[in-house]
């Protein structure tokens, strides 16, 4: 049984930690971490925690094992599922990883950066970007968002085609236990086979096993040349024969491959500055593409003029423009990224990020756009996401006009019949955010039993008193 107050000398304890003005208790320092970006979900703490070392995190979690004190861990709080928010018992205490934003070491030769994990994700890329590498992690929220939570979310993002998931980019881990030790798994090895990987216990783990405090990062050779497409398509099976091609003929250079549904491009039109449709006509999906190399001279306009031109030939790509400068590049890009953020203008959004095999993509959309207007009559599908992961972000808006409350209220109906499409069709409910406080309450369908008992069997183990991160995940 966890008491149900907290103790009396638990701020002041906490407050001898880490100095008084690291241990925020007034409603206004504490207000930006209770609530996430979207405000779906809202929370209240006994204090939000500031360490500013490894050290410091360790002593907090002593102290919050003495008192069986709950501790939420946040990085940058963008997460999307409710993951970093605390309960509204006012019990829980948010540990933020935010000060701990050192850069501790970047091995040019080994190809690896050791960040810490309040690192946020841009200056990670901007540190590597300055040692003339590349970190390859790239999501819309990387200006917020920071290591540590990239890593405890196994976030993927836009380059997860050619570099794979935050846990395929990472060596070696630094994770503070729920006891308050110290694992130092800071290894920047390639291959080190000495027993079980511990680091993939902890990525992904959406800070219900340990605290990451520090990570060592894999750096890639910096892209010299890079080629970007916008491509009209007349439907997603078009947009899948397209990638077929380009992974046909490009292999590994093709580096993204986005999908956008017409209505994601209309919102971005009518509610992002300075935007304009690339193509003359519309069309019912688009395809970014893009090949990169780290090679200058890799002559890959030619190898995207050939793939486009064979897709236009065979009727898979109907229009199509190539990229003419660094910023027709990037105004491409703001494209794909202001889609999460042009939606909330269009009143309620019920988000779904589901995964299929990549040849399902197209009948799931199908499919789950018609049970989503089954569940709402007149509510606007919008897919769009990492089509070449398999990855598809089924975003369905409020039918014009309704009213956003009564829309959103039909959430978990709305969920369920999307979610069915997806389990059917071999796929997850979950690609790449995770399932934090929003799909907790589906593990049970969705594990196989084994699996789940391991987990808790897991979860017991590492922290018996079940005071990192309760109610999320497991
Ligand atoms: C606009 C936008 C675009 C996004 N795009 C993508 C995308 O393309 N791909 C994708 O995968 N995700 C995406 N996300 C969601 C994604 O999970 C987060 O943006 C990011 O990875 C979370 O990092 P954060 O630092 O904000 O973590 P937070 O939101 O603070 O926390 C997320 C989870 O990690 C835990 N946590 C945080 N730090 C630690 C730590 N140091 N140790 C242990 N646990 C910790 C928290 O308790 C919580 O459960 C997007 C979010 C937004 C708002």
């Keep these: 049984m966890k008491p149900s107050s907290a103790p009396s000398d638990l701020i002041p304890r906490f407050q001898a930690a880490l100095g008084a003005r690291h241990v925020l208790s007034e409603p206004a320092d504490q207000a930006p971490y209770l609530a996430e970006p979207r405000d779906l979900w809202h929370?209240?703490?006994?204090?939000?925690?500031?360490?500013?070392?490894?050290?410091?995190?360790?002593?907090?979690?002593?102290?919050?094992?003495?008192?069986?004190?709950?501790?939420?861990?946040?990085?940058?709080?963008?997460?999307?599922?409710?993951?970093?928010?605390?309960?509204?018992?006012?019990?829980?205490?948010?540990?933020?990883?935010?000060?701990?934003?050192r850069i501790r070491d970047l091995d040019r030769q080994g190809n690896t950066m050791l960040a810490e994990a309040g690192v946020i994700l841009a200056d990670a890329q901007r540190a590597a970007d300055d040692a003339d590498r590349l970190f390859p992690l790239s999501l819309a929220a990387e200006g917020s968002c920071r290591i540590g939570g990239n890593l405890a979310t196994n976030a993927g993002g836009t380059a997860m085609l050619a570099y794979g998931n935050a846990r395929d980019m990472v060596l070696g881990l630094e994770v503070v236990l729920a006891d308050g030790r110290v694992w130092n798994g800071l290894r920047a090895l390639r291959k080190d086979n000495t027993g079980y990987d511990l680091k993939h216990l902890f990525i992904g783990s959406e800070g219900t096993l340990g605290i990451i405090t520090a990570a060592v990062l894999k750096l890639f050779p910096k892209p010299r040349e890079r080629v970007t497409a916008f491509i009209g398509v007349p439907h997603p099976a078009a947009a899948l024969a397209l990638f077929d091609t380009a992974r046909a003929q490009a292999g590994s250079q093709v580096t993204t491959c986005e999908l956008i549904a017409r209505i994601g491009l209309d919102f971005v039109l009518r509610h992002g500055a300075d935007t304009r449709d690339p193509l003359t006509e519309p069309h019912p999906y688009y395809v970014l593409l893009e090949l990169s190399s780290p090679l200058s001279d890799a002559g890959l306009r030619a190898v995207m003029e050939r793939i486009l031109m064979g897709a236009h030939d065979s009727g898979v790509a109907a229009d199509a423009v190539l990229a003419e400068s660094l910023a027709q590049q990037a105004q491409f890009w703001r494209l794909r990224e202001l889609l999460p953020e042009v939606q909330s203008p269009e009143g309620g959004s019920i988000k779904h990020d589901v995964s299929v095999p990549l040849a399902r993509i197209p009948d799931f959309i199908a499919r789950a756009s018609e049970a989503a207007l089954r569940v709402v009559p007149g509510c606007r599908p919008l897919p769009f996401g990492h089509i070449g992961d398999g990855n598809v972000h089924f975003n369905v808006s409020q039918p014009e006009g309704a009213d956003a409350a009564q829309f959103l209220a039909r959430w978990e109906d709305m969920a369920a019949a999307v979610h069915e499409v997806a389990l059917k069709l071999g796929g997850s409910i979950s690609a790449e955010h995770g399932i934090g406080r929003l799909k907790r309450p589906l593990m049970e369908q969705i594990k196989d039993p084994v699996e789940l008992g391991l987990m808790r069997d897991l979860k017991q183990m590492l922290d018996p008193q079940g005071l990192l991160n309760p109610g999320k995940l497991i």
């Design 43 to 101: 929370g209240k703490a006994a204090a939000v925690l500031r360490p500013g070392s490894v050290d410091e995190v360790a002593t907090v979690l002593q102290i919050a094992a003495e008192t069986q004190t709950p501790v939420v861990p946040q990085g940058g709080n963008t997460g999307l599922v409710g993951g970093q928010t605390p309960d509204g018992t006012g019990r829980e205490v948010v540990l933020s990883l935010e000060r701990l934003n």
